[in-house]
């Protein structure tokens, strides 16, 4: 493009609008075949086939992701609900109290708490979720294809989850990289946001929720899933417009 531009200052043009740059048909096929090539470098993809063909409506690439692995990172959480009224100002707690609710009896919750992470979430995480929000850079960053918090019953307890989606297992460092960074965004990140919304329920009125606690009981356990349960996705992009 840059030197169709300057090939064409030289016969007196001055300004040049981009999208009309874009319509050459040369550098169409340029682009569409330097995507394609940086596609197949990816480690999260599997197949990436050129075949622009020039017609409309048709796919200018297939591409096949690899089959991916479902992670979970498990944490307690701190779920606290405004003080109830209370029959006598002797019974009633301080007015800024809130109360502790236990993670074993708030397994109800499940659902609206859930729905508040949903209402939560930012447009930009819809495919990704919080991976949108990862170093660039790192390895990790392609390996993670996705990662959505959110809360479930498990052994008894309602416990926050990160569920995340891998084309290929972390190495050790790579792990506690990912696990380094989950831990920030429950602490000082996601949770700390999050954990300032109300969220209204059946059982407690307005409650809480926290995926981080400062207590020495805070920690994450790590669960995969078998690879063959989760099916392979293909997309086809066609008609691409730049």
Not at 28 to 56: F, N, P
């Amino acid at each position: 493009m840059a030197n169709r531009i300057a090939e064409l200052a030289h016969t007196g043009q001055k300004h040049f609008v981009f999208e009309d740059m874009l319509g050459d048909e040369d550098l169409r096929v340029l682009m569409i075949r330097t995507v394609a090539e940086m596609l197949g470098r990816r480690e999260d993809l599997a197949e990436v086939r050129d075949h622009y063909l020039g017609i409309t409506g048709q796919a200018d690439f297939t591409v096949t992701a690899k089959l991916t692995q479902e992670m979970k990172l498990y944490c307690p959480l701190e779920i606290q609900a405004e003080p109830q009224i209370y029959e006598t100002d002797w019974d009633a707690p301080y007015e800024d109290d809130l109360e502790v609710i236990p993670s074993s009896c708030a397994c109800g919750c499940e659902d609206e708490i859930n729905a508040a992470i949903e209402k939560y979430s930012e447009p930009d995480e819809k495919h990704r979720g919080l991976m949108v929000y990862y170093d660039a850079n790192s390895p990790v960053n392609e390996k993670v294809v996705s990662a959505f918090p959110s809360v479930e019953v498990r052994n008894g307890e309602l416990t926050g989850v990160l569920t995340c989606r891998l084309t290929e297992p972390l190495t050790d460092s790579e792990m506690k990289e990912f696990q380094d960074w989950w831990t920030g965004q429950c602490s000082d990140g996601w949770s700390e946001g999050f954990e300032q919304r109300e969220i209204k329920t059946d059982a407690f009125g307005t409650i809480y929720v926290s995926f981080w606690n400062p207590s020495d009981s805070w920690q994450i356990e790590t669960e995969m899933t078998d690879t063959a349960d989760i099916e392979e996705e293909s997309l086809d992009m066609g008609g691409i417009s730049m």
